[in-house]
C-alpha cells in the first residue's frame, strides 16, 4: 500500500494548560534546556580531556578518535528511531529516559579505567542522548505558538553555547585538579536536576495523527544503512580511501538506503514518509546541518591539542582561549532567534556559513607562535557564523514537518549533525595523517636528526598527529628542542591543510543555505497556552 503523506500541520490532542507549572511553555524551555545543557556539557568537557585520557590510559590517536566516534556512531544510528519512539509514545516520557541513561552511563564512564570500557560507555552515552535530543525539540514544537519558536530555539541555541563555554573552563578546571574522570561525574547531578524539573513541568503532547504502529522493516534498513555508512566514515583513516572495505560497507550503506525508500513507499505507517524530502527546504535543511557539523565539529577536533600540545597550555587556559568562540554563540543564537522570525532564515543562514567560511580560513593561518588576540578573532567569528546556522537549519527542519513528525524531524536535525561530526572528524583526521606521514620523514631529515628507523616511523607519526614531540627519554636538551621543533611544524601543516578543506565545505554550505525559507508548518502549537 502507497502511503500518502502530506505536510498539513496536526494540533496536538493535549493543549497546555494556561496556569501552573505543567505545559507552561518557558518553563518548558526551562526544563529542556536543562537536559540538553548536560549532553553539550559533556561534548566539551570531553573535548579538553582528550589528552589526559589518552596520556592516563595509553590510548593510541585512532583510541582517541573513538571516544568521540562511538559516542557518534550510536547517535548517527539511533536518533531517527529514537525520534519516532517519541512520536509514537511521547516526547516526555522519551526525553525523561534519556535523562536517566545518559546521566548514568556518564557515571559509569568516570568508575572506568581502561580505554574500552570508556569506548563502550560512549556508545550507551550516545543511545541514551539519541532519546534526549529529539524529544526536547519536539517538545518545544508542541508547546511554542509559530511566532515564538524561533526564538524558543534561540534561546535553547544560547543554552548550548553557555554549556559549551562552561564546558572547557569547568573540565580543565577538573582535569587539572582532580582527575579526568571527574569531568563525566559532572554529568549525575545536571542529570538528576533535569529529572525533578521535567517529571513536575513537562507536559506530554500527543498529535491527532501520531503513529499507531512501528515500521521495524524500515527501522531495522535505516539502522544498518546509517551503521554502515558511519562505520565505513570511521574506518577510512584506518583502511585508507581506496580499501575496498570501505567501499563495500558504503556500498551496502546505498543499497540498504535504497531498500529503505522503496519500503517506505509501500507501508502504511513509514519511519520516514518520503514526502517529507520532496519539501526543498527540509532536504537543504538537512544537508546544511551536515556540512556544517564537517567544517566545525572537524575543525574543533585539532583545536584541543594545537592549544594544549602546540602552545603548552593547561586545560583550564585551552578552555579560557575558546570562550570568544562559545561566548558568540551565547550572544549570537537568541538574536539570530529573532532577526530569523523577521526576515527569514535564508539570508542569516547564508550570512553565517560565509563567516564560517572566513573563520576557517583563518584558522589555517594560525601557527606556533600565534598570539592570544588573533586566536580570540577568528573563534569569535567562528561562534558568530555558527549561531544562526544551528537556530535556522534547526527550524527549517522541524518547522516544514508536520506536527506529527516532530521526533523524527528533530531526529533527522541530529543526525545530520552527528554523520556530519563523525565524517568531519574522519576526514580531515585522514587529511592530518596523509599530511604528516608525507612530511615528517622529510622534515626530521632537513633537521639534521638522527634518521628514523621502520619501526619507529607510525609511532611518530601518531604521536605528531595530536601534536605531541616524540622525544625518547634521555636524550640531550638540544635534540629534544630539535625534534620538538620538527613536530610542531608537521602538525601545523597538517592542521592548516585540515582547516583549508574545511573551509571549502562551509563555502559549499553558503549555496545551500539559500535553498532554505521559512517553515510552513510551525502553527502546530495553535492549542498552546499564551505566551
Same mark, same amino acid.
Given at each position: 500500500?502507497?502511503?500518502?503523506?502530506?505536510?498539513?500541520?496536526?494540533?496536538?490532542?493535549?493543549?497546555?494548560?494556561? /496556569? #501552573?507549572?505543567?505545559?507552561?511553555?518557558?518553563?518548558?524551555?526551562?526544563?529542556?534546556?536543562?537536559?540538553?545543557?548536560?549532553?553539550?556539557?559533556? #561534548?566539551?568537557?570531553?573535548?579538553?580531556?582528550?589528552?589526559?585520557?589518552?596520556? +592516563?590510559?595509553?590510548?593510541?590517536?585512532? +583510541? =582517541?578518535?573513538?571516544? !568521540?566516534?562511538? $559516542?557518534?556512531?550510536?547517535?548517527?544510528?539511533?536518533?531517527?528511531?529514537?525520534? /519516532?519512539?517519541?512520536?509514537?509514545?511521547?516526547?516526555?516520557?522519551?526525553?525523561?529516559?534519556?535523562?536517566?541513561?545518559?546521566?548514568?552511563?556518564?557515571?559509569?564512564?568516570?568508575?572506568?579505567?581502561?580505554?574500552?570500557?570508556?569506548?563502550?560507555?560512549?556508545?550507551?552515552? #550516545?543511545?541514551?542522548?539519541?532519546?534526549?535530543?529529539?524529544?526536547?525539540?519536539?517538545?518545544?514544537?508542541?508547546?511554542?505558538?509559530?511566532?515564538?519558536?524561533?526564538?524558543?530555539?534561540?534561546?535553547?541555541?544560547?543554552?548550548?553555547?553557555?554549556?559549551?563555554?562552561?564546558?572547557?573552563?569547568?573540565?580543565?578546571?577538573?582535569?587539572?585538579?582532580?582527575?579526568?574522570?571527574?569531568?563525566?561525574?559532572?554529568?549525575?547531578? =545536571?542529570?538528576?536536576?533535569?529529572?525533578?524539573?521535567?517529571?513536575?513541568?513537562?507536559?506530554?503532547?500527543?498529535?491527532?495523527?501520531?503513529?499507531?504502529?512501528? +515500521?521495524?522493516?524500515?527501522?531495522?534498513?535505516?539502522?544498518?544503512?546509517?551503521?554502515?555508512?558511519?562505520?565505513?566514515?570511521?574506518?577510512?583513516?584506518?583502511?585508507?580511501?581506496?580499501?575496498?572495505?570501505?567501499?563495500?560497507?558504503?556500498?551496502?550503506?546505498?543499497?540498504?538506503?535504497?531498500?529503505?525508500?522503496?519500503?517506505?513507499?509501500?507501508?502504511?505507517?513509514?519511519?520516514?514518509?518520503?514526502?517529507?524530502? /520532496?519539501?526543498?527546504?527540509?532536504?537543504?535543511?538537512?544537508?546544511?546541518?551536515?556540512?556544517?557539523?564537517?567544517?566545525? *565539529?572537524?575543525?574543533?577536533?585539532?583545536?584541543?591539542? $594545537?592549544?594544549?600540545?602546540?602552545? #603548552?597550555?593547561?586545560?583550564?587556559?585551552?578552555?579560557?582561549?575558546?570562550?570568544?568562540?562559545?561566548?558568540?554563540?551565547?550572544?549570537?543564537?537568541?538574536?539570530?532567534?529573532?532577526?530569523? %522570525?523577521?526576515?527569514?532564515?535564508?539570508?542569516?543562514?547564508?550570512?553565517?556559513? =560565509?563567516?564560517?567560511?572566513?573563520?576557517?580560513?583563518?584558522?589555517?593561518?594560525?601557527?606556533? +607562535? !600565534?598570539?592570544?588576540?588573533?586566536?580570540?578573532?577568528?573563534?569569535?567569528?567562528?561562534?558568530?557564523?555558527?549561531?544562526?546556522?544551528?537556530?535556522?537549519? %534547526?527550524?527549517?527542519?522541524?518547522?516544514?514537518?508536520?506536527?506529527?513528525?516532530?521526533?523524527?524531524?528533530?531526529?533527522?536535525?541530529?543526525?545530520?549533525?552527528?554523520?556530519?561530526?563523525?565524517?568531519?572528524?574522519?576526514?580531515?583526521?585522514?587529511?592530518?595523517?596523509?599530511?604528516?606521514?608525507?612530511?615528517?620523514?622529510?622534515?626530521?631529515?632537513?633537521?639534521?636528526?638522527?634518521? *628514523?628507523?621502520?619501526?619507529?616511523?607510525?609511532?611518530?607519526?601518531?604521536?605528531?598527529?595530536?601534536?605531541?614531540?616524540?622525544?625518547?627519554?634521555?636524550?640531550?636538551?638540544?635534540?629534544?628542542?630539535?625534534?620538538?621543533?620538527?613536530?610542531?611544524?608537521?602538525?601545523?601543516?597538517?592542521?592548516?591543510?585540515?582547516?583549508?578543506?574545511?573551509?571549502?565545505?562551509?563555502?559549499?554550505?553558503?549555496?545551500?543555505?539559500?535553498?532554505? /525559507?521559512?517553515?510552513?508548518?510551525?502553527?502546530?502549537?495553535?492549542?498552546?497556552?499564551?505566551?
Amino acid at each position: 500500500m502507497t502511503s500518502q503523506t502530506t505536510v498539513d500541520s496536526a494540533p496536538p490532542v493535549t493543549a497546555p494548560s494556561k /496556569k #501552573g507549572l505543567r505545559g507552561h511553555p518557558w518553563l518548558t524551555l526551562f526544563s529542556v534546556a536543562i537536559g540538553v545543557m548536560m549532553v553539550a556539557l559533556d #561534548g566539551t568537557i570531553v573535548a579538553i580531556a582528550n589528552p589526559a585520557i589518552q596520556k +592516563d590510559l595509553g590510548a593510541s590517536f585512532a +583510541d =582517541v578518535q573513538w571516544i !568521540t566516534n562511538g $559516542y557518534f556512531l550510536a547517535l548517527a544510528v539511533a536518533l531517527i528511531t529514537a525520534g /519516532k519512539l517519541g512520536d509514537r509514545f511521547g516526547h516526555r516520557q522519551t526525553f525523561l529516559i534519556g535523562v536517566i541513561g545518559f546521566a548514568a552511563a556518564s557515571g559509569a564512564i568516570g568508575l572506568s579505567h581502561s580505554i574500552g570500557l570508556v569506548v563502550t560507555l560512549r556508545v550507551f552515552q #550516545g543511545l541514551f542522548g539519541a532519546l534526549l535530543m529529539p524529544a526536547a525539540l519536539g517538545l518545544l514544537r508542541a508547546t511554542f505558538p509559530a511566532e515564538k519558536l524561533n526564538m524558543a530555539i534561540g534561546i535553547w541555541g544560547m543554552v548550548i553555547g553557555a554549556s559549551t563555554a562552561g564546558g572547557p573552563i569547568l573540565g580543565g578546571v577538573l582535569v587539572e585538579h582532580v582527575s579526568w574522570q571527574s569531568v563525566f561525574f559532572i554529568n549525575v547531578p =545536571v542529570g538528576v536536576i533535569a529529572l525533578v524539573l521535567g517529571a513536575f513541568i513537562l507536559l506530554d503532547h500527543r498529535a491527532e495523527k501520531a503513529p499507531k504502529s512501528f +515500521d521495524l522493516p524500515g527501522i531495522g534498513l535505516l539502522s544498518a544503512a546509517m551503521f554502515c555508512l558511519v562505520w565505513a566514515i570511521i574506518k577510512a583513516p584506518d583502511w585508507g580511501w581506496g580499501s575496498g572495505s570501505v567501499w563495500a560497507f558504503i556500498g551496502v550503506s546505498i543499497l540498504c538506503f535504497v531498500a529503505f525508500a522503496l519500503w517506505e513507499n509501500r507501508v502504511k505507517e513509514p519511519l520516514i514518509p518520503m514526502g517529507l524530502f /520532496k519539501s526543498v527546504p527540509v532536504s537543504a535543511g538537512v544537508l546544511l546541518m551536515a556540512l556544517m557539523a564537517i567544517a566545525f *565539529l572537524g575543525g574543533l577536533f585539532f583545536v584541543t591539542f $594545537y592549544l594544549q600540545n602546540v602552545h #603548552g597550555m593547561s586545560p583550564v587556559d585551552a578552555g579560557l582561549h575558546l570562550l570568544p568562540l562559545t561566548g558568540m554563540m551565547i550572544v549570537a543564537s537568541p538574536l539570530a532567534g529573532a532577526v530569523i %522570525t523577521k526576515v527569514g532564515p535564508r539570508i542569516p543562514l547564508a550570512g553565517g556559513m =560565509v563567516f564560517t567560511t572566513v573563520a576557517m580560513l583563518g584558522m589555517s593561518r594560525l601557527g606556533i +607562535d !600565534t598570539g592570544t588576540g588573533t586566536m580570540s578573532l577568528w573563534f569569535a567569528l567562528l561562534g558568530l557564523g555558527l549561531a544562526p546556522v544551528m537556530v535556522g537549519a %534547526t527550524e527549517v527542519i522541524v518547522g516544514n514537518a508536520p506536527m506529527e513528525l516532530s521526533g523524527v524531524a528533530g531526529g533527522l536535525q541530529q543526525a545530520a549533525m552527528q554523520i556530519g561530526g563523525s565524517l568531519g572528524t574522519a576526514v580531515l583526521g585522514a587529511v592530518m595523517a596523509s599530511r604528516v606521514s608525507n612530511e615528517l620523514p622529510g622534515n626530521w631529515t632537513k633537521a639534521g636528526l638522527p634518521p *628514523l628507523k621502520p619501526g619507529q616511523v607510525g609511532p611518530a607519526s601518531e604521536a605528531v598527529q595530536v601534536g605531541t614531540a616524540p622525544v625518547p627519554k634521555g636524550v640531550p636538551a638540544a635534540i629534544a628542542e630539535k625534534i620538538t621543533s620538527v613536530a610542531h611544524d608537521t602538525f601545523m601543516s597538517g592542521m592548516t591543510l585540515a582547516c583549508l578543506v574545511a573551509a571549502a565545505v562551509a563555502f559549499v554550505a553558503i549555496f545551500v543555505a539559500l535553498l532554505t /525559507k521559512r517553515g510552513e508548518n510551525a502553527d502546530a502549537a495553535n492549542g498552546a497556552a499564551h505566551v
